[in-house]
């Protein structure tokens, strides 16, 4: 990925914004575990163990894409 962003939080954007992307989250899961092959198994720990990430969404809108990266929390 070219210039590296900061994620923004959700706290940030306004009321509709939040409710967007609130709504996404459930298909969000849907199309990852469908892009797995359409089942997961995770361990618990691995799930506990996500507090030192965060994870950056962005959107293109011309090309009709989202992206996504995980990144270790800055101290």
Known sequence: ??????P????NLDYQAQQR??????????ALV???G??????VEEVDGTGSFV???GADDQAK???FRVE???R
């Open 55 to 57: 994870l950056l969404m």
């Open 8 to 11: 923004y939080g959700i706290a």
């Open 21 to 30: 992307i609130e709504a996404m989250k459930g298909q969000l899961i849907i």
């Open 1 to 6: 990925m070219a210039e590296k962003k900061r």
């Open 38 to 43: 359409g089942s997961l198994e995770m361990p």
């Open 34 to 36: 469908n892009r797995l």
């Open 65 to 67: 894409t989202f992206s």
């Open 72 to 74: 270790r929390k800055e």
